[in-house]
């Protein structure tokens, strides 16, 4: 039986649920990079027919473990938001829990083979965006730190996020797969230049801890080409983007500054707030009443820090629930990676995991819903592929 002979029983075996469910979910994962509103829209009508298909089979929904401290994250957050100065407040913006719902369905719709469409999707998406990204810079004149690139996105924090993590596949893909590197290995220029010319420090850190991180994994002797690429970059960037990566080792610059007063204000909301924090979405209206004297800006709407932003909203409870789901996730991962099943999947996962905790030191990435929902298929991924496809299995002996 040749592969379109397999791939037209494959279709023919799988109910029409199944197949509209799993282009939903292609659609979502397609979109979380061009536009958070149809991202979520998409994400409603997935999740309409993943509990159809559950109940069609009865079912029940499953998850990989790192799930359930996530749970409680979630639930310790609704507590903060319930002791919060404005309740109310706090509870809306407690609706990006409702992401955290991505693990279960990633999870059961992505599974075995149909995980590598999930990701060739990312990077093809990824390498548009950066594309576009490109244009912006050269053609349309957002090439300044007050305009910079942002792609689809509506904010350039969340289009270098994003960026981010899809270098961090694309270079799990290349390091450690034994085919289709071809296109991430073409779209990777493209990638590591769009990100280059967002101006955004954070991410560039993120993008050398994630891929540092590959090159251990694969052979240490490789993080030698680290400063290689570095030294390329600061030769062949205008000189507004070696002027913006010199930054980072200046700390008289004022963004710099500034975020080492947001964490001494944070330091102050958390020693008031110890067990509950101020709330969801209470830093910034409480940020002229904590602020650092040596702050830069008057108001600040997050610390820039992902785990003092947690603790200072939701308390030490919350954090430490947070950085059990962070050491779950990372040993699950670990894991697959070591029993060499998927190690490109088990990677690209790692890459992102390492790449949100470095840049998350001077951003809080992990509150940003489109960076937030690509993070979590991510790091889904490597657990879906482990379970099988019920219908590709039925399909096989044919």
């Known amino acids: 039986m040749n592969a379109t002979t397999l791939s037209l029983s494959d279709a023919q075996t799988t109910p029409l649920l199944d197949r509209l469910t799993m282009a939903l979910l292609l659609s979502f994962v397609a979109t979380v990079q061009v536009s958070i509103v149809a991202a979520e829209a998409l994400l409603v009508l997935?999740?309409?027919?993943?509990?159809?298909?559950?109940?069609?089979?009865?079912?029940r929904p499953s998850a990989p473990r790192f799930f359930w401290p996530l749970l409680a994250y979630a639930a310790v957050t609704?507590?903060?938001?319930?002791?919060?100065?404005?309740?109310?407040?706090?509870?809306?913006?407690?609706?990006q829990l409702f992401l955290f719902l991505i693990v279960p369905v990633v999870y059961d719709v992505a599974r075995g083979a149909r995980t590598r469409t999930v990701l060739d999707v990312i990077v093809t998406v990824g390498a548009l965006a950066a594309a576009y990204g490109i244009i912006q810079y050269g053609m349309l004149h957002f090439d300044s730190l007050r305009l910079r690139p942002r792609g689809t996105m509506g904010h350039y924090m969340t289009y270098s996020g994003t960026l981010m993590l899809v270098i961090g596949v694309a270079a799990a893909r290349i390091v450690f797969g034994v085919?289709?590197?071809?296109?991430?290995?073409?779209?990777?220029?493209?990638?590591?230049?769009?990100?280059?010319?967002?101006?955004?420090?954070?991410?560039?850190?993120?993008?050398?801890?994630?891929?540092?991180?590959?090159?251990?994994?694969?052979?240490?002797?490789?993080?030698?080409?680290?400063?290689?690429?570095?030294?390329?970059?600061?030769?062949?960037?205008?000189?507004?983007?070696?002027?913006?990566?010199?930054?980072?080792?200046d700390l008289r610059d004022p963004s710099s500054r500034d975020r080492v007063a947001m964490l001494q204000t944070g330091a102050a909301m958390i020693k008031d707030h110890p067990l509950a924090g101020v709330g969801p979405n209470m830093v910034e209206r409480l940020?002229?009443?904590?602020?650092?004297?040596?702050?830069?800006?008057?108001?600040?709407?997050?610390?820039?820090?992902?785990?003092v932003q947690i603790a200072a909203e939701r308390g030490l409870p919350a954090l430490a629930v947070w950085l059990a789901f962070i050491g779950m996730l990372a040993v699950g991962v670990f894991r697959i990676f070591r029993s060499g099943q998927d190690r490109v999947l088990a990677a690209g996962a790692l890459a992102a995991i390492?790449?949100?905790?470095?840049?998350?030191?001077?951003?809080?990435?992990?509150?940003?819903?489109?960076?937030?929902?690509l993070f979590l298929i991510l790091v889904t991924l490597p657990f879906a592929a482990e379970r099988p496809d019920p219908h590709a299995v039925a399909a096989g002996p044919a």
């Open 46 to 59: 997935l999740l309409f027919a993943w509990v159809a298909a559950l109940v069609r089979d009865k079912t």
């Open 78 to 95: 609704l507590m903060s938001s319930a002791f919060s100065i404005d309740p109310i407040e706090s509870l809306i913006d407690s609706r």
């Open 179 to 249: 085919r289709d590197r071809l296109w991430p290995a073409l779209v990777m220029p493209a990638l590591i230049v769009a990100l280059t010319l967002t101006f955004t420090r954070s991410a560039w850190v993120g993008v050398c801890v994630g891929v540092s991180l590959l090159f251990i994994l694969k052979d240490f002797r490789l993080t030698g080409l680290i400063p290689v690429i570095i030294a390329l970059l600061l030769a062949l960037a205008p000189d507004r983007i070696t002027d913006r990566i010199m930054s980072v080792f």
């Open 287 to 307: 940020y002229t009443q904590y602020r650092d004297p040596t702050s830069v800006q008057k108001v600040n709407p997050h610390l820039h820090n992902v785990p």
């Open 354 to 373: 390492a790449a949100m905790l470095s840049a998350g030191m001077f951003e809080y990435n992990f509150g940003d819903s489109e960076f937030l929902m």
